[in-house]
């Protein structure tokens, strides 16, 4: 067991978010933020729960130009709500198909409209409008005069640089993550199927201190594998397999992300020499991810390290992500992405090759980009390839 950061936030959290969104608001002339995402409603307000997996209704926050945020949520979270940093919670009783909140979201953005001012709404790569698409056309119908724009890159540059208190509980659940693969020895064995490994290893994060091990993906096949997302299958783990898991566990709403793998019984040449290579690929990126570098940096120095073993440098899109609230955030470690990195990003590395016959091998690790440069929040791995 790890001793526990405080959970949730102080209110001066939130108060700083909020401070720094208005700031570039005032610069990119937005008048003010509409949010329907949990993440993004929950980065502003704290308001964390599992009813969010139920898709019945709609949740919105709305950030204005000045001030505290404003709730207009289901009055099944207002007691939730109410226990946050914000004043101003409206609600309706919910679900109601011919009017889920739209009538007190329009009452509230009138203003706006009058003055013909511009929303933002996140509108961009890895962002969802989480209400019905018919809701969106009447409220905008209701609201003449009012300009939508784009706030993506407004929400997503404050959420990718993290708090030392989320850094502290981000750590925490590394840690946690990385307990639980220190012990995989302790209850995977030979003959043992996939699916019981899957089924091990979530109780063993569970007893280590984790919320929850909502996404484990992984494969075993011999000599390497070819899937790492199709669900676990019931087939004994055999001599000369290469298992892999990849992990996300939350603590207190934060993923770790990070993967391990093991030859069992014996390993092959091939699968040791890519085994090798990532992890050198891995220390590249370790010395890449620094201040005033890119994610273009990060990915080709993992790259050019690939390529001693895979000519196409392990491009399967990217070699890395941000972490945080989600398992996958902005930015990407892929050559199309220039986002400069900055101090408190958390990162995963994750560079993956192609060897043998069509057979892969992924590795990952998470990281905090640091002035002196990144600092590893889960155990590194082994340097040479683990034997079950």
Known sequence: MHSEPQRGFA?????????????????QGLAGLLLTAEHDVRYFTGFHTLFWQSPTRPWFVFVPGSGKPVAVIPEIGADLMRRSWLDDIRTWSAPSPQDDGISLLSDLLAPLARSGATLGVPK??????RMPLGDWERLIRALPGLHTADAAPLVQSLRMVKSDAEIEKLAHICAIGSATFENVPEFVHIGMPLDACFRAFRREALAQGADDAPYLVGAAEPGGYRDVISPPSSTPLAAGDILMMDTGCTWDGYFCDFDRNWAIGHASADAQRAYDVLWRATEAGLAAAKPGNSCADLFHAMSAVIRELDDNGGDIGR????????????????????????????????PSLSYGDGLMMVHEENIVVQDGGARLLTTRAAPTLPVL
């Open 11 to 27: 209110d001066s959290e939130f108060e700083a978010r909020t401070r720094n969104a208005q700031s570039l608001m005032a610069q």
């Open 124 to 129: 961009g790569h890895e962002t969802a409008l």
């Open 319 to 350: 070699l890395g992500h941000g972490l945080g609230m989600q398992l996958t955030e902005q930015p990407s470690h892929a050559a199309f992405d220039h986002t400069e990195l900055k101090a408190n990003m958390v990162l995963t590395l994750e």
